[in-house]
C-alpha cells in the first residue's frame, strides 16, 4: 500500500495501514516490522494496540498474524480518505 501523499514523517494512522496491509496474508513479527520499517519495541506496541482494537488477530499454533474483517475495513476507509485528501 504506497503512500497517496508524500510525507516527510510518517503518522500511526499510516504505520496502522502499512501493518495491515503486510497481514493481509498470513505473516510473523519479523515481516511485519520490515514491512512497516518499526523497531521491534514499537512492533509490540502496535501489535497490543491493534489486537486490543481487533484490527488483527494472532494464530499461536502457526505465529502469525492475520488481518481481521474489521482491520480490512479499517483499510478500505483509510484507502477512502487518503483519495478524498489528494483530490
Given amino acids: 500500500m504506497a503512500p497517496l501523499f508524500v510525507e516527510k514523517y510518517r503518522n500511526r494512522i499510516y504505520?496502522?495501514?502499512?501493518?495491515?496491509?503486510?497481514?493481509?496474508?498470513?505473516?510473523?513479527?519479523t515481516k511485519l516490522m520490515y514491512k512497516a520499517m518499526l523497531s521491534y519495541e514499537q512492533l509490540k506496541e502496535y501489535l497490543?494496540?491493534?489486537?486490543?482494537?481487533?484490527l488483527?488477530?494472532?494464530?499461536?499454533?502457526?505465529?502469525?498474524?492475520?488481518?481481521?474483517?474489521?482491520?480490512?475495513?479499517f483499510m478500505k476507509r483509510y484507502e477512502d480518505l487518503s483519495k478524498l485528501i489528494v483530490q
Fill in 15 to 29: 504505520i496502522i495501514a502499512q501493518l495491515l496491509d503486510a497481514a493481509s496474508s498470513p505473516a510473523t513479527k
Fill in 56 to 73: 488483527i488477530e494472532y494464530d499461536k499454533p502457526s505465529q502469525r498474524f492475520t488481518t481481521s474483517d474489521t482491520g480490512f475495513q
Fill in 48 to 54: 497490543l494496540m491493534l489486537t486490543e482494537n481487533d
